[in-house]
């Protein structure tokens, strides 16, 4: 988290878009942070968005989509469910000659890998692997801590948040829930 996956992912869209190509972007309808049909970058940038299901019905209406599309963006891809069959459809549309850009975080707060970003990592044709500051040594920040009123806490898997709930952090000053 906060290593910029998102304002890379719309950088490339938007080069893909200058390029003449037609570009469509999706996101998870459980990302609500921001308005139902845009992606914004924590520096503000806004690129329109349609939000599909997590399930495999909304996989289904994804590729519906995309087939119109030359360039296919998809962002915070963790979210998906494991079963929704995301990766797979991402893979066909790819071997369609289309262009597949995906974000996704590869790690929960509890540093264990989202089976969705496991995957989408072995069909990737290339990978770009961001990372964000430590808040606590300005090192790297490979692991994402979850905080509860400045503790490091633990629960369910997703809950979505910004800069209160979790925090970027090095492998030395993450703490394991
Ligand atoms: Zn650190």
């Known amino acids: 988290m906060f290593s910029g996956k998102t304002?890379?992912?719309?950088?490339?869209?938007?080069?893909?878009?200058?390029?003449?190509?037609k570009v469509i972007l999706f996101k998870p309808?459980?990302?609500?942070?921001?308005?139902?049909?845009?992606?914004?970058?924590h520096k503000g940038i806004e690129l329109d968005a349609t939000v599909v299901k997590i399930d495999k019905g909304g996989v289904k209406a994804l590729?519906?989509?995309?087939?119109?599309?030359?360039?296919?963006?998809?962002d915070e891809a963790q979210f998906w469910n494991e079963n929704s069959g995301l990766e797979e459809?991402?893979?066909?549309?790819?071997?369609?000659?289309?262009?597949?850009?995906?974000?996704?975080?590869?790690k929960d707060y509890r540093g264990s890998p989202f089976g969705?970003?496991?995957?989408l990592l072995t069909y990737a044709d290339e990978i770009y692997s961001l990372t964000a500051v430590c808040t606590k040594c300005g090192e790297d920040a490979v692991f994402s801590q979850r905080m509860i009123d400045g503790i490091p806490e633990s629960g369910p898997r997703i809950v979505?948040?910004?800069?209160?709930?979790?925090?970027?952090?090095c492998r030395n000053c993450y703490i394991k829930p």
Do not use: C, H, W
């Not at 590729?63 to 998809?74: C, H, T």
């Not at 979505?160 to 952090?169: C, M």
């Open 89 to 106: 459809v991402l893979n066909d549309l790819a071997s369609k000659k289309k262009m597949v850009y995906v974000s996704t975080l590869n």
């Open 116 to 119: 969705v970003s496991e995957r």
């Open 63 to 74: 590729y519906k989509s995309a087939l119109d599309y030359g360039v296919i963006g998809v």
């Open 29 to 41: 309808e459980v990302d609500k942070r921001y308005g139902e049909d845009k992606v914004k970058t």
């Open 7 to 21: 304002s890379r992912l719309i950088e490339l869209l938007e080069r893909e878009r200058f390029a003449g190509r």
């Open 160 to 169: 979505v948040g910004g800069k209160e709930a979790y925090q970027p952090r």
